[in-house]
């Protein structure tokens, strides 16, 4: 049996960006308020819309 994997959606995608920056991000990481990872959390909001 073989598995396929689904394609990524826009949601998933904007998820990945997210995360991917605030491993990243030394603000994010000190948890301070960060610009970019507040504009990345919003597309992922709308994304999954």
Sequence with gaps: MTTTEKPLTAGDCAYRALIMHTERC????????CDDAAALARVWKAARR
């Design 26 to 33: 030394a603000r994010c990481r000190n948890n301070a308020a």
